[in-house]
């Protein structure tokens, strides 16, 4: 069984699932997942969710069967051209498709209960990608049961995987997807926490409290050590390099993402990257990476 330390046992067969809308940005997804499937020998689930409109188009003309029935070929069309996309980059893996009378957030929610991970665009045409426009993409990480991987930016096969890691115990599912996708890979993985400099304002001044910078970075580099140790010793083919900086926590990550294949990031934690799903590094990191983000709940 596929599982974390203490992540949700998932089937070693469970799919890797890819919302799709007709849009360029759901067939670069469902490439990128369909080499995922071929790394992890799993099979591709492309899904479609739709909502017949129940007004807005003439009635006298078109009854709303017929709207239906167009929605619904419209949905097969996408689906086909997905599918052949995914076949063409990876001939092996086994593809199914289903298109379903549901909103989109609702429909990827549910296949997430019994995917590896639900994989998405970073812009679309309908209700599935458009999703990661605003707050709704938020809402999706925070609800699906399984990964959720924003494909958008780009990757070149031999560059790390980056992951960023706040020292609690709450990261340490992020770690290990991160581990396990370098090993796949055969990447090295790059780990990294940051430090902000805390400020006090008040209405006539702003000044730094009095931090022991030094002492803040030692302990930081002694708590991402153990951390990851126990991941180190068992994917001990992974190179690892960690990184401890002063900065903020999107800043950071994009900065090292727009040099790596995959950008892992946990959705609850404290320090560096507090909250993160909850307000503006989520949205930068989900708007403005440079390559594929994975988050991991």
Request: charged fraction near 20%; charge should be neutral.
């Amino acid at each position: 069984m596929n599982q974390t330390r203490r992540g949700h046992v998932k089937a070693p067969n469970a799919p890797v699932v890819v919302g799709i809308d007709g849009s360029a940005s759901a067939l670069a997804a469902t490439s990128w997942a369909a080499a995922e499937c071929t790394r992890h020998h799993v099979p591709l689930r492309l899904v479609h969710g739709f909502m017949p409109p129940t007004t807005n188009y003439p009635e006298m003309l078109i009854s709303g069967d017929e709207v239906r029935r167009a929605i619904e070929d419209q949905a097969r069309e996408w689906l086909t051209e997905a599918a052949a996309a995914a076949r063409s980059t990876a001939p092996e893996v086994e593809v199914a498709t289903a298109a379903v009378c549901c909103g989109g957030a609702g429909l990827l929610v549910e296949e997430s209960k019994r995917a590896r991970l639900v994989v998405v665009g970073s812009r679309g045409l309908g209700a599935v990608t458009g999703l990661l426009v605003g707050s709704t993409a938020v809402s999706l990480a925070a609800h699906v049961r399984s990964p959720l991987v924003v494909v958008r930016g780009t990757t070149t096969p031999d560059s790390p995987v980056v992951v960023g890691v706040d020292g609690s115990p709450a990261s340490e599912t992020a770690v290990a997807f991160a581990f396990e996708a370098a090993s796949a890979r055969g990447a090295a993985l790059v780990a990294v926490m940051t430090s902000q400099d805390f400020t006090v304002d008040s209405a006539y001044n702003v000044s730094r409290i009095a931090i022991d910078w030094a002492q803040v970075e030692e302990d930081e580099r002694r708590a991402l050590a153990q951390r990851l140790a126990g991941w180190q010793e068992k994917y001990p083919d992974v190179e690892v390099r960690r990184v401890v900086l002063r900065d903020r926590p999107a800043r950071a990550l994009m900065r090292y993402g727009a040099e790596a294949q995959l950008l892992v990031v946990g959705s609850h934690g404290h320090g560096g990257f507090a909250g993160m799903l909850l307000g503006s590094t989520s949205q930068a990191l989900v708007r403005h990476a440079p390559c594929p983000l994975a988050i991991v709940r």
